[in-house]
C-alpha cells in the first residue's frame, strides 16, 4: 500500500494566485513527520516546509504554508501569490515514528507550472 | 561550505560494468542516504547510514553496495550495472534528529546514470 500518496501528477496555475498541492498519507503510529520538497528543472531538491504530527498549528515558511488535517490524514502545500519559479516538481514525504534511521519515504509528485 | 556534493554528475555504463559513485558532506551531518529517482515513482531509498562505520538497507538495496569509512562520504557502488539501474542517483545527508524536529535532509545535485 502507499505510504504516500500525490493524486495530482500535474497541475496548471496563473501567475500571482493561490495553488494547492494535495498530499495523502497512511501511518499507523501516532509520531510521524511530513515534509515537502521542491525540485526545479535544474534537478536539486529543496526543502520548503516541515508538520510533526503533534503540532498544534499549520506550519507555515513565507508564501509556502501546510493545509494539515489529521483525521482526513492529508498534508496538502498551499502556495500563494504564486510565481514563475514556482514551476518545479513538488514531492510530499513522510518520517514515521522515533525511527532512529530517519528514513523519508517519498509520493511520486506533481509537477506544477505556473502560467504567465 | 560546499553542501552535499556527488561525483560523477553524468555516467553511461555497458551492462556489467562496475562504478562508484561519491557522496561528499562538509556540514558534520552523522546521517547518509542515497536514493534512487525514476520517472513517476518519486524517491526510493537504497542504503543509509547513521554513522561512520556504519550502514543499512533501505526499500531497494539490491544491486547495490555502499560504505562509510569517512563520516564525510558515503560511496554507492554497483558491482555489476543492470539496465534497470538506469535512473537519477541522489545522495543527501542531515543533523541526527532528536524526536520529531524539523530536521530536513539536504540533498545532493544528482548524478544521471545510464546502462546500455
Known amino acids: 500500500a502507499q505510504k504516500i500518496t500525490q493524486t495530482q501528477p500535474g497541475m496548471f496555475v496563473q501567475e500571482k494566485e493561490a495553488v494547492t498541492l494535495d498530499c495523502t498519507y497512511d501511518t499507523s503510529d501516532p509520531s510521524y513527520g511530513l515534509f515537502w520538497y521542491k525540485q526545479p528543472s535544474s534537478g536539486e531538491m529543496i526543502f520548503l516546509i516541515y508538520q510533526g504530527s503533534y503540532d498544534q498549528q499549520n506550519a507555515t515558511e513565507g508564501r509556502y504554508s501546510l493545509n494539515f488535517q489529521k483525521a482526513r490524514k492529508s498534508a496538502n502545500l498551499v502556495i500563494s501569490a504564486s510565481q514563475l519559479g514556482d514551476s518545479a516538481m513538488y514531492f510530499c514525504?513522510?518520517?514515521?515514528?522515533?525511527?532512529?534511521?530517519?528514513?523519508?519515504?517519498f509520493g511520486s509528485g506533481t509537477r506544477l507550472l505556473v502560467r504567465p | 561550505n560546499a553542501g552535499v556534493t556527488q561525483t560523477p554528475k553524468f555516467r553511461v555504463l555497458k551492462t556489467g560494468q562496475s562504478m562508484t559513485l561519491l557522496c561528499a558532506q562538509d556540514m558534520n551531518h552523522e546521517y547518509m542516504y542515497w536514493y534512487r529517482q525514476d520517472p513517476g515513482m518519486g524517491l526510493r531509498l537504497i542504503h543509509y547510514s547513521v554513522g561512520e562505520g556504519t550502514t543499512a538497507k533501505g526499500e531497494v538495496p539490491d544491486g547495490y553496495n555502499v560504505s562509510r569509512l569517512k563520516k564525510q562520504n558515503f560511496l554507492l557502488g554497483l558491482e555489476s550495472a543492470a539496465p534497470s539501474q538506469t535512473s537519477v542517483y541522489f545522495c543527501?545527508?542531515?543533523?541526527?534528529?532528536?524526536?520529531?524536529?524539523?530536521?530536513?535532509?539536504?540533498f545532493g545535485p544528482g548524478t544521471r546514470l545510464t546502462v546500455l
Open positions: 514525504a513522510m518520517r514515521e515514528g522515533l525511527d532512529s534511521s530517519y528514513k523519508l519515504i
Open positions: 543527501a545527508s542531515s543533523y541526527r534528529p532528536s524526536g520529531l524536529t524539523a530536521t530536513g535532509q539536504y
